[in-house]
C-alpha cells in the first residue's frame, strides 16, 4: 500500500518565522503536487514538481522534489497569517492514481 | 469562481435514509473525481470517471453509488450509511487522464454527518 507521510502534522509560528515541511514516501511518484486547504474550502493547487531534483519558487514558498522522486518538501520563508491552513501533498502515478499525505497544519500567529 | 460547485454544503441523515450529492463542473474537463475526506485520516479517492466512463474504483462499499450522467455532472447516491461514513465528500475535476501532467480543481465539498 502507498503512503505518503508528511511532518509536522501541526505547526503554529509567530509571524516572520521560516518552517519546513516534509512529503515522505518509500514509493515512487510520476509527479508530486502540493495543495493547501482552507476551512469549508476544497484543496487548491499550488505547484506541482515532475523531475527528480526540481526547484520551484512560489513567492516566498519553496517546493523541491527530492532525486529520487520519492520525497518532497515546502519551505515557506517569513510566514505570514495568510499562510494559515492545512497544507497536503499528493503523489501521481499511473492514470487517475493520487494519493495524498497525512497533512500538515499550520498556524501563523500575528 | 472555483469552476466546481458542490450541493448541498452540509447534509444530516440517518442510517436509513437515501441522499445524494451533486457536483457540477463549469470548466469543460473530461474527468472528474469523488474524495472522502475524514478527520485524521488522508485525503481518499473513491471514484473517478472519464468522458462518463467510470475508469476507477477504489474498493468503496456499494452503500456508495456514483453517477456521471454527462461530463459536466457527478452524483453520490448514498444508502444505508454508517456514522463512520461522516466526513467531507469532495469533488474534483480535471482536463485529462494522465495524473502527472493533470492539474485537479476541487469543489468546496459537501461536510456529511451520518447520525
Known amino acids: 500500500t502507498q503512503l505518503l507521510e508528511q511532518s509536522p502534522q501541526f505547526l503554529s509560528i509567530q509571524e516572520g518565522e521560516n518552517l519546513t515541511v516534509y512529503c515522505n514516501s518509500s514509493s515512487v511518484f510520476s509527479s508530486l503536487q502540493w495543495y493547501r486547504q482552507e476551512p469549508g474550502e476544497g484543496p487548491v493547487l499550488l505547484v506541482t514538481v515532475v523531475t527528480g531534483g526540481e526547484v520551484k519558487k512560489l513567492k516566498r514558498l519553496t517546493f523541491q522534489f527530492g532525486d529520487a522522486r520519492k520525497d518532497s518538501s515546502l519551505h515557506i520563508t517569513a510566514a505570514q497569517p495568510g499562510d494559515t491552513g492545512l497544507y497536503l501533498c499528493?503523489?501521481?502515478?499511473?492514470?487517475?492514481?493520487?494519493?495524498f499525505g497525512t497533512g500538515t497544519r499550520l498556524k501563523v500567529l500575528a | 469562481e472555483t469552476g466546481v460547485t458542490q450541493t448541498p454544503r452540509h447534509l444530516v441523515m440517518g442510517m436509513t435514509n437515501k441522499k445524494s450529492l451533486k457536483c457540477e463542473q463549469h470548466l469543460g474537463h473530461n474527468a472528474m473525481y469523488w474524495y472522502k475526506q475524514s478527520a485524521k485520516k488522508p485525503l481518499e479517492l473513491m471514484f473517478v470517471?472519464?468522458?462518463?466512463?467510470?475508469?476507477e474504483n477504489n474498493s468503496v462499499p456499494s452503500r456508495f453509488s456514483p453517477e456521471c450522467p454527462n461530463s459536466s455532472h457527478l452524483f453520490l447516491h448514498l444508502h444505508t450509511l454508517q456514522p463512520e461514513d461522516s466526513a467531507l465528500y469532495l469533488c474534483a475535476s480535471s482536463q485529462g487522464d494522465r495524473a502527472s501532467q493533470e492539474t485537479q480543481y476541487f469543489g468546496p465539498g459537501t461536510r456529511l454527518l451520518v447520525l
Open positions: 470517471y472519464s468522458l462518463e466512463e467510470r475508469v
Open positions: 499528493a503523489g501521481a502515478y499511473g492514470t487517475y492514481k493520487y494519493i
